[in-house]
């Protein structure tokens, strides 16, 4: 599993995540029930901690948030 660091966090894509849910015109609760469909596990106190930067995101759920938005991961990163 590789950790992203930017120096202050291990969370890197809060900011992303939420713009991204806000521009899908999602609430936290309906993005997890979505990602739940696809069969990931998601809950809305996960996607709330992500957003706030709280929680450590491991590659799979990158993998997966990406794949939900149809971007790359690395532009979830904030790499492009």
């Known amino acids: 599993m590789k ?4 120096g202050q966090s291990k969370n890197v894509i ?3 995540v939420k713009s991204l849910r806000k521009a899908s015109k999602l609430t936290q609760k309906e993005l997890a029930e ?6 990931y596990e998601f809950s809305d106190l996960t996607i ?3 957003e706030q930067g709280k929680r450590f995101v491991p590659d799979y759920e ?3 948030l990406a794949d939900f ?8 990163l904030g790499r492009c």
């Open 48 to 50: 709330l901690r992500i």
């Open 3 to 6: 950790i992203y660091w930017n």
């Open 14 to 16: 809060g900011e992303k």
């Open 34 to 39: 979505k990602l739940q469909l696809e069969g």
């Open 69 to 76: 938005f149809n971007i790359t991961t690395d532009e979830l």
């Open 62 to 64: 990158i993998i997966a």
